[in-house]
């Protein structure tokens, strides 16, 4: 256990930490003359880099500019000793004030360090989040930062920082960010979501509580790490003046698709006959198009009604193919839960196709939330390529490439 120690040695600072009955105090003010007055152990994160524990922790007012030092533990001699020092930039800006350290891949190793300056101010801003990457402590660097909605110059973003379990399905965990000034001192919660190696800066969601009324000061305290109602997904508790609210998360889906032809080569000799065309009336490939339904949550308790649309050669005005009965698009409906469905449909002259997805009005399972379509997810179709011959005159021959591609419409 450690707490953080901010009066000791005229408020220099350090932590205090608790092991097996021990007592052991932290700082670098024996170190370093300069820490005076600086409110070391203000914000306290622990993390784990390459099988090595570290104590992350937060001086906001060090020479009024703030700093950051990461102390690490000697095996050796059992003591610990400052490592890595991350200075701020700019006065009054309370740099490290907040700490959040973020395991993105769920590996139980950090991968971030969120720094929360929540009174930095430029033209339109009203504090930010800086992010450095702490994967290899010797070289640390910090190129992101996060900020809140523009305008909102004393809305002291970054008072509040926590990492979320995955909330958008991509396996990767998230970070809640409180304002908790903005919107007239009512208070706001961003969500920015992870992405493989750093946080997405621009926000997935803008909470704000100035629709609440009597509500002040949203977002100046967060947690969203546990799952309080049970449904597998992560909710998110908000601390507000005199109150705290829960969040609960609503599933977003992934709807994934692939694209495959049978066969892949059509025989040359299906069209000509000494050297004289055909007139081939069958259709010259199949494709099978596979949908599947990734979401947290429970398994088996998601499922969703899709309409989804296939549109032959879509960037041509004038029509060179079709499916059956003379038809250059088909709209279905589907029932997808979480396991792969695949539909056939014939193709009689290799052309382009697209898949269009359309949102339900609205799905989900027993829990009786709403679910939402996730409009920001990778083009995960099937790079799939069927090389179908296409005579171009009496001498020559090419390949026509059949593409999948997509686009998403509301419904």
């Keep these: 256990m450690v707490f953080g120690t901010v009066g000791a040695y005229d408020w220099s600072g350090g932590l205090m930490e608790y092991v097996d009955g021990k007592q052991v105090f932290i700082n670098v003010s024996q170190a370093e003359n300069d820490m005076k007055d600086s409110y070391l152990g203000y914000s306290v994160a622990g993390a784990n880099v390459s099988d090595t524990s570290l104590y992350i922790v937060g001086a906001p007012r060090y020479l009024h500019k703030g700093k950051v030092v990461i102390f690490s533990k000697n095996l050796s001699t059992g003591s610990w000793a400052p490592i890595q020092h991350i200075n701020g930039q700019q006065i009054g800006a309370y740099f490290g004030c907040e700490l959040c350290s973020v395991d993105l891949t769920q590996d139980g190793g950090t991968d971030l ?5 929540p009174l930095y101010h430029d033209y339109g801003v009203g504090g930010m989040v800086r992010v450095c ?29 926590s990492e979320l379990r995955d909330v958008n399905g991509d396996g990767i965990n998230d970070v809640a960010i409180g304002a908790p000034l903005e919107d007239e001192h009512a208070g706001c919660l961003y969500i920015f979501n992870g992405e493989r190696h750093r946080i997405n800066p621009v926000y997935s969601q803008r909470i704000s509580a100035v629709s609440r009324a009597g509500l002040k000061y949203l977002g100046q305290s967060i947690h969203g790490i546990w799952d309080l109602t049970g449904d597998g997904l992560t909710d998110l508790a908000v601390g507000a003046l005199g109150t705290a609210l829960v969040f609960r998360s609503r599933p977003v889906i992934n709807v994934t698709a692939s694209v495959t032809f049978r066969p892949q080569k059509i025989p040359l000799e299906d069209f000509l006959c000494n050297q004289t065309p055909l007139d081939f009336q069958g259709p010259v490939t199949n494709a099978s198009i596979c949908f599947h339904l990734l979401s947290p949550g429970k398994p088996g308790e998601m499922s969703i009604h899709l309409t989804y649309r296939l549109d032959l050669d879509s960037e041509r005005q004038q029509r060179r193919v079709t499916f059956s009965a003379s038809q250059r698009s088909l709209t279905r409906n589907l029932s997808i839960s979480q396991k792969e469905i695949c539909v056939e449909q014939n193709i009689f002259i290799p052309v382009s196709l697209s898949v269009s997805l359309l949102s339900p009005p609205g799905g989900g399972g027993g829990s009786g939330v709403s679910s939402k379509l996730n409009w920001l997810q990778d083009d995960r179709f099937g790079n799939a390529m069927s090389e179908l011959f296409k005579r171009v005159n009496d001498q020559t021959l090419q390949f026509a490439q059949l593409r999948p591609q997509y686009r998403y419409f509301t419904s």
Excluded at 113 to 117: K, S, T, V
Excluded at 134 to 149: F, I, S
């Design 113 to 117: 360090l969120l720094i929360g300056a």
């Design 133 to 161: 990457v702490v994967r290899n402590l010797e070289n640390l660097t910090c190129t992101d930062t996060l900020y809140g909605k523009a305008g909102n110059v004393f809305g002291r973003f970054g008072s509040a920082i």
